[in-house]
């Protein structure tokens, strides 16, 4: 079993960057896949990345590929997503998850990841 905990969310103008993080405590963070989704108010969570157990292979919401990195650093049971060129419709908050399945093409639903954090709020303003 694994608790989760994010951290780094706050207030950025558009175009700018916010780096995410998340620090699992419990045992065998190595052998969890990572995820990252975000809800915004009144719309269902939904999938931003996914990585890997060994954090070697990643995927992306097509809303976000190019500007967003996820990854993954077992040494310190955390994983992050750094975000980049933040827009207004980024605004949300963010939600890691871990589960220890993988499939081809990542974990996207919801249905998949057995343990989330808290969440963070992101806040991109125009």
């Known amino acids: 079993q694994v608790q989760l905990a994010e951290s780094g969310g706050g207030l950025v103008q558009a175009g700018g960057s916010l780096r995410l993080s998340c620090v699992a405590s419990?045992?065998?963070?190595?052998?969890?896949?990572m995820g990252w989704f975000r809800q915004a108010p009144g719309k269902e969570r939904e999938f931003v990345a996914t990585?890997?157990?060994?954090?070697?292979?990643?995927y992306y919401a097509d809303s976000v590929k190019g500007r967003f990195t996820i990854s993954k650093d077992n040494a310190k049971n955390t994983a992050y997503l750094q975000m980049s060129s933040l827009k207004p419709e980024d605004t949300a908050a963010y939600y890691c998850?871990?589960?220890?399945?993988?499939?081809?093409?990542?974990?996207?639903?919801?249905?998949?990841?057995?343990?989330w954090g808290q969440g963070t709020q992101v806040t991109v303003s125009a």
């Open positions: 998850a871990a589960d220890q399945n993988w499939t081809e093409g990542g974990l996207r639903s919801v249905e998949w990841y057995d343990y």
């Open positions: 419990g045992r065998g963070f190595s052998s969890y896949t």
């Open positions: 990585i890997n157990y060994t954090g070697d292979l990643a």
